[in-house]
Nanobody
Framework: QVQLVESGGGLVQPGGSLRLSCAAS????????MAWHRQAPGKQRELIAT?????????TYADSVKGRFTASRDNFKNALSLQMNNLKPEDTAVYFC?????WGQGTQVTVSS
């Protein structure tokens, strides 16, 4: 059974950093295409990063996060991570990881002074 559990969200000041993790079970992260999405209040869910399986990590990013966010895999932990730097108030959202049609429950990120 596929299960995804996000963690690492919280409250951070503008310009700060957070690292989200998505613990996976029921499949192997290194062999899978996975994604990070986010949903801000009153807005549609947005795809922000796609991480491709393989020997090395290859990821593509939405323009809104490119250069600030980095997605990676931890094959030993069978997990997906999202390092978020230089956070802005508009990054406030619930962040989800996804594999195919399976979604995690999400973790809240709030960027505010």
């Amino acid at each position: 059974q596929v299960q995804l559990v996000e963690s690492g969200g919280g409250l951070v000041q503008p310009g700060g950093s957070l690292r989200l993790s998505c613990a996976a079970s029921g499949f192997t992260v290194s062999n899978s295409v996975m994604a990070w999405h986010r949903q801000a209040p009153g807005k549609q869910r947005e795809l922000i990063a796609t991480v491709y399986g393989g020997v090395t990590t290859y990821a593509t990013y939405a323009d809104s996060v490119k250069g600030r966010f980095t997605a990676s895999r931890d094959n030993f932990k069978n997990a997906l991570s999202l390092q978020m730097n230089n956070l802005k108030p508009e990054d406030t959202a619930v962040y989800f990881c996804r594999r195919g049609a399976e979604w995690g429950q999400g973790t809240q990120v709030t960027v505010s002074s």
